[in-house]
């Protein structure tokens, strides 16, 4: 297969990527560059190509219902494939999902495991749940074992035990949090952690969490500490824009939870624009499942765009930085044919985003305007 136009092109497997003009061929799944600028006779695509953008935080196998079945598996991480999302972090999902990882039509999967909480303390039914929360440290060694490098822990949710007074409060206390993830590096996992709250940020900061998930309560202190101890933040902020909602469900039984709620949603977009502008490693995510449709990343990309950030690093962080931080290749010679190819330059408008010709998983064309 022969590609022509523009690509986020790194020379080598180190090299920070750049946007190039040229011809590539694809074969046996792998992408290489040719010689020589003009387009041959038989150009199967044009356009311009980004490697496949990552979506860090979405759940294969919950529905809005509840644990799904592998029927609704397989439609979820086809929406999202389709979308141009041709690798997933699952980041907590209730059933066994693996076999997607045979499976060489299903975007690229890492799972992180179970979620870890405490009891009552997270969805029903989605959590392992520890009485004692001292024995954080070895469940998150036990879930490193069945994961593919990455653990997850509710690090913060409403504590309904309190009544009136219930609030968006930590599950761990500070020093089992240090304990568990060194526990979990020790058995090598990156450790990611929801977190809503401004309350419990600093001591996942302190513990040296890699990733905090949603990090909408986070102050610009705290996200200054997220940079300097290199930790990632994923904001998901379709996921945000449903608090109005959640707060008013909570409103009559948990007043002030539902302030918490509240507040967070009415900063939202100056909360947003202070995280986005920061240096802090930002990562993509939709917490897809549940809530939030698989198949959305690029409507998260298009708020954060919305929230001041330029395309250009719109691209970059949701494809080869991304890809990067999960431990995957992007577009160099010899790499893994994992890429989209688009009507017009992403960078000059994002909408692009959403209009593929083609989606190569694997050197194979799996969905686009020119497969359809
Ligand atoms: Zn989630």
Redesign the pocket.
């Known amino acids: 297969m022969i590609l022509s136009g523009w690509m986020l092109w790194r020379e080598d497997a180190r090299s920070r990527p750049t946007w190039v003009e040229g011809t590539w061929e694809v074969r046996d799944g792998r992408i290489d560059r040719l010689q020589g600028r003009s387009v041959p006779a038989g150009t199967d695509h044009t356009g311009w190509m980004v490697p496949g953008m990552v979506d860090v935080?979405c759940?294969i196998g919950v529905g809005a219902e509840g644990p799904a079945g592998t029927a609704r598996q397989v439609q979820q991480a086809r929406a999202d494939r389709d979308s141009g999302v041709l690798a997933l972090r699952d980041?907590?999902a209730p059933v066994d999902n693996s076999w997607m990882k045979g499976r060489r039509d299903m975007p690229v999967l890492i799972r992180a495991g179970r979620h870890v909480a405490r009891p009552g303390r997270y969805i029903r039914g989605m959590a392992v749940e520890l009485e004692d929360p001292g024995e954080l440290p070895q469940e998150l060694v036990r879930q490193a074992h069945g994961s593919d490098g990455w653990v997850k822990i509710v690090a913060d949710w409403i504590d309904r035990s309190r009544g009136a007074e219930a609030d968006l409060d930590p599950l761990w206390p500070p020093e089992v949090l240090v304990d568990a993830v060194a526990a979990a590096h020790g058995a090598g996992a990156r450790v990611a952690a929801?977190c809503f709250s401004h309350t419990a940020v600093d001591a996942l900061l302190e513990a040296g969490v890699d990733d905090i998930?949603h990090g909408c309560g986070m102050d610009e202190d705290q996200v200054a500490e997220a940079v300097r101890r290199g930790v990632h933040v994923t904001p998901t902020l379709l996921q945000v824009e449903l608090f109005e909602g959640f707060a008013r469900q909570g409103a009559r039984r948990y007043p002030r939870y539902a302030r918490t709620m509240a507040d967070m949603y009415a900063r939202r977009r100056e909360h947003a624009e202070m995280l986005l502008a920061s240096e802090v490693h930002l990562l993509p995510g939709t917490?897809a499942?549940?809530y939030q449709d698989h198949g959305s990343l690029t409507r998260e990309l298009a708020l954060w765009h919305r929230c001041g950030m330029e395309p250009t690093r719109v691209v970059d962080l949701a494809t080869w930085q991304a890809r990067e931080a999960m431990g995957l290749d992007s577009l160099y010679p010899g790499a893994p044919a994992d890429l989209v190819v688009l009507e017009g330059d992403p960078r000059e408008d994002l909408c692009h985003l959403d209009h593929a010709r083609a989606v190569l998983l694997r050197g194979e064309v799996v969905a686009g305007s020119a497969r359809s």
Request: aromatic letters at 0%; a negative charge.
């Open positions: 935080h759940h980041c907590g929801h998930e917490d499942g549940g």
